[in-house]
């Protein structure tokens, strides 16, 4: 019986792609379904709109003091930090990306 090396292929050409990333848009890395897991919330951007704070740039959310946004992700996440809660969406991200195809 001949081996199938289809998903091995899938697996190094997933591993090409990803290499190649440079930037992940924040509302791709905190996809829905990592969102949903984490939270009461469907969408980063339900997250962000349940906060109070007007979020519609980068400068927008760097200017968010830390200490309320700490609170607010321990208040409405699973996770004890934002840092936490980044951590594992690019675990949930790169194991997504890597497992396309197979």
């Known amino acids: 019986m001949p081996l199938n090396f289809k998903g091995f292929k899938n697996l190094q050409k997933n591993i090409g792609e990803l290499s190649k990333k440079t930037e992940i848009k924040l509302t791709e890395l ?10 009461k919330f469907n969408t ?9 704070f ?26 004890s930090s934002w840092n936490e809660m ?3 969406a690019l675990e949930h991200y790169t194991k997504q ?6």
């Open 30 to 39: 905190m996809s829905p379904s990592f969102v949903s897991g984490c939270s």
């Open 44 to 52: 980063i951007e339900d997250l962000f709109d349940a906060s109070g």
């Open 97 to 102: 990306q890597l497992q396309k195809g197979l």
């Open 86 to 88: 980044q951590h594992k």
């Open 54 to 79: 007007t979020i519609e740039s980068p400068a927008d959310f760097s200017a968010i003091p830390d200490e309320e946004w700490e609170k607010f992700i321990v208040e409405n996440t699973s996770f």
